[in-house]
């Protein structure tokens, strides 16, 4: 009873049909592109703090720190707010 092996049917895929899949490579790869900025965002939308942070806010505010450093401005916070909104990457 036990030494039983589960039987398993073999599955036989079928070549695709001639003319079957996309008529436009680029369309498909502009899907696919689609599909996997969904898939990030909804990565993101479940990820800890942490992870959020690092791969949305902290790369672009590095860069604005880099910059207000290296200025020196008598008004740091807004040349900071200055930086980030000119220079947001969700904006393109």
């Known amino acids: 009873m036990g ?3 589960p039987q398993t049917q073999d599955m036989v895929t079928e070549p695709p049909e001639p003319g079957a899949g996309l008529d436009d490579a680029d369309e498909g790869a502009q899907a ?3 599909a996997m900025a969904t898939q990030n965002k909804m ?3 479940t990820a800890p ?3 959020y942070l690092d791969s949305t806010v902290v790369p672009i505010l590095l860069q604005g720190l880099s910059a207000l450093v290296k200025e020196r ?3 740091p916070v807004e040349f900071l707010a200055a930086y980030l909104m000119q220079n ?3 904006k393109a």
Do not use: H, S, V, Y
């Open 88 to 90: 947001n990457p969700q």
């Open 73 to 75: 401005p008598a008004n």
């Open 3 to 5: 030494d039983e092996e």
């Open 32 to 34: 696919q592109k689609a």
């Open 49 to 51: 703090i942490r992870t």
């Open 43 to 45: 990565n993101l939308q």
